[in-house]
Each structure stands twice: as C-alpha cells, then as structure tokens.
C-alpha cells in the first residue's frame, strides 16, 4: 500500500537521483568498475572476497539473482580461473567458492578503481557533506531492504506453509522463552532459572527492537512460531552484533530452514556494518554448532560454567565480517 504521507515531489526527487546513481557508478554498461565483467560478475567476486570462502547458495540471497543466474555466472568465473569451487565440508550438496590467485588480484583493481572513484567525488566535499553521504546511503539501502522483506517475507514462503517475518510478532517472548524451557529441560534438565534467564533477556530487548543494529526473525507456520533468531547490536558495544535465540520446533528441522535464518541474520549484520557476530552455546548442540561452522563461526573459547543454571562447558564462536 502505498504511503499517502510521501509527498510526490520527494518520491520523484529520489527516483531521479537512484537512475543518476546508477548512470554514475556504470551499471548502464556491459561491464563494470574497469573490468571485461558484467555488473553481477563484479558484485560476486566482491561478495566472494570480503568472507574469503562464500557457499554458492548463498550468493543467489545476496545478490537478489535466481539460482539458475548464480550457477551460470559462477561457472564463467570458475572457466575464467577467477574463482575456485570445492565441495563444502559439512554438507555434500554445497560448493564452497573461493578466489584464485587471479581472481584476488583482479578484486584488488576492483577495489582501486572503487577508491578512486569515490575519492574524486567526496574529496571537495565538506564533513558534513561526507557524513550525510554516508549515511543516507546506509540508511537508503537498509529501507529499501526493509521494504523487500516486508513484502517477500511474507508473500514468498521458503518452505511449504512456512515464511520468516522480520521484527516483533504477537506471542514472541512467551512461545521463544516455552521452545527453549522445552528442548532444554528435555535434552539438557535445564529447569526454572533457565526458562527465567530466556523470558527476562527477552523482555528488555524487544523493548529496544527499533535499534537499526537489532532485529528479530521468526519462522511461521499458520501464524505460529515455530523458529526464532535474534541479533543485538547494542549489548556487546559498537560494531559487534550478538546472535540470540536460535531455535528450531522439531517439526522444522532438517528442512533448511535453520540455515536459512541464520544466513537471513549474518546478511542483516553485514548490510548494517557491523563487524563481527558472538555468539554463546556450549558444548553437546553438536547440530547448532556444524551449522555455525559451516557459515564461517570459529570456536574461540570454552570455559566451565553455569550462567544458564546448571553447570556445562560454554562455548563462544565468532564470525568476522
């Protein structure tokens, strides 16, 4: 629906400047950033570089293409000896994509001709002029992600019968704190401390989920919640994103849908610059962490402890950005 409150001057105002953008960086050219590379091309070998190892599905997410698009463009890269194809470690049917040698000195003149670029065009600007730059593009892509996932998150289920909705959802606090008292009391014999210590984190920090930094993703199934994760950017200070409360009902796992939110957060935290993601866990959720590690989480610490009210050997993973 549209919003009546969006005068049609400033939506016209803002349509003119996205076509001129475009125009300026050269997206109306075949190629791109100096390179014999389409666009997509380009924008993939970035995407590939910045995590140094990037699985092929994910790709199709990120760079708003179909599948089919992705594996034509990747094979291209992989004929041209951009990019390098191994099979994942922790699941058979995916690719893990990498950058050769070739590939890595090619982004190295993507990323030049990039800087200079945006060097020519901020150099005779004031600060101010900089930092409203900055973050009107910030905030510009993140609205127009926010619009998107409004729409497809709900009209576009990733399974049958289940869609993922970003932000507060009726029944939240009270169904993620009961999936979690649930699974641990049953897997674990967390008992009441645990289910207290979930609802009462939950509480203050659906009450700051306006935080452009935070977010909370469920997966729904005939309005009911059957998933969850969450990402504070704010309690562990600037820059690092806190993944929270992933879990999944036992009806939705093995059916990708776990992998799918979790790539939906890290997405979330790199679109919002942050630069890293911690996370807490503890030793025994062998399942939770082979899907960390198969998106890049890295085991930095275990150490003996009982936040969680019963004393277990705690993890904490990180993934850099």
């Not at 939906?264 to 399942?287: P, V, Y």
Request: with cysteine; hydrophobic share 40%.
């Amino acid at each position: 629906m549209t919003n009546t409150s969006l005068s049609p001057q400033l939506i016209s105002d803002i349509r003119a400047s996205s076509r001129a953008l475009v125009r300026e960086l050269g997206f109306m050219q075949n190629t791109l950033a100096g390179t014999d590379l389409s666009p997509s091309a380009v924008h993939a070998l970035i995407e590939i570089g910045i995590t140094q190892e990037r699985q092929a599905r994910d790709l199709a997410d990120l760079l708003l293409l179909e599948k089919s698009t992705v594996s034509r463009l990747l094979r291209k890269l992989v004929s041209a000896r951009l990019v390098a194809e191994a099979s994942h470690p922790f699941d058979g049917r995916s690719k893990t994509l990498t950058l050769t040698e070739s590939g890595r000195s090619l982004l190295n003149r993507i990323d030049e001709f990039a800087i200079r670029q945006i060097h020519a065009a901020l150099a005779p600007l004031g600060l101010e002029q900089r930092t409203t730059i900055q973050t009107g593009l910030r905030d510009y892509s993140a609205a127009l992600r926010a619009g998107r996932d409004a729409k497809n998150m709900v009209s576009e289920p990733i399974s049958t019968g289940i869609s993922i909705l970003a932000g507060y959802q009726p029944g939240l606090i009270g169904k993620t704190a009961l999936m979690h008292a649930t699974y641990y009391h049953h897997a674990f014999g967390f008992g009441q401390f645990f289910e207290s210590r979930v609802a009462g984190d939950l509480v203050p920090f659906c009450a700051r989920l306006d935080h452009p930094k935070s977010n909370f993703w469920t997966a729904q199934k005939d309005r009911e919640i059957l998933g969850t994760i969450a990402i504070d950017g704010e309690d562990l200070g600037p820059g690092i994103a806190h993944l929270r409360w992933f879990i999944l009902d036992p009806s939705l796992r093995g059916k990708g849908i776990g992998q799918k939110l979790l790539r939906i957060a890290i997405d979330f935290c790199r679109e919002t610059s942050q630069a890293e993601i911690l996370l807490w866990t503890f030793k025994g959720l062998n399942a939770a962490r082979k899907l960390y590690e198969s998106q890049g989480f890295v085991l930095l610490e275990e150490v003996e402890g009982e936040q969680w009210g019963k004393k277990v050997l705690e993890q904490r993973f990180r993934l850099a950005l």
